[in-house]
């Protein structure tokens, strides 16, 4: 019974939230797939409210709240300033030209006219 018991209640934070992380952008896309031009912007979420703010002061809110989660990722909905959309959090690999492997935290904002990547350290 002490071993069954050892494993119970023990979670571990794989990191795959929108929450906790201090998301910076990376690139924006139109509906069309061309690159977008976009002040530097952050993206912070807690408790279901969503706020995106560009370097420029322009602040954009909304709410966001879980869908679906697996292994491997976290995809919610969304609504950004009446828009309504889907958010989805990844872990991203990359291999350098010397086989470095090096892994960050993704979020895609995907709007109706725009998607937003943005990017997180793993620590």
């Given at each position: 019974l002490i071993a069954l018991l050892?494993?119970?209640?023990i979670k571990t934070d794989d990191g795959l939230h929108i929450e906790k992380h201090d998301w910076t952008s990376t690139q924006a896309i139109d509906s069309a797939g061309q690159l977008i031009d976009l002040p530097a912007l952050s993206c912070t979420a807690q408790d279901g409210a969503l706020s995106v703010m560009g370097a420029d002061g322009n602040?954009?809110?909304g709410t966001y709240s879980l869908a679906?989660?697996?292994?491997?990722?976290?995809?919610?909905d969304l609504?950004?300033?009446g828009e309504s959309g889907k958010a989805v959090v990844s872990i991203t690999e990359y291999t350098d030209a010397a086989g470095e492997k090096s892994s960050e935290y993704t979020l895609i904002l995907s709007l109706p006219e725009r998607?937003?990547?943005?990017?997180a350290d793993i620590e």
């Open positions: 050892v494993g119970c209640g602040t954009q809110s679906q989660r697996d292994t491997n990722s976290a995809l919610y609504s950004l300033d998607a937003i990547y943005f990017r």
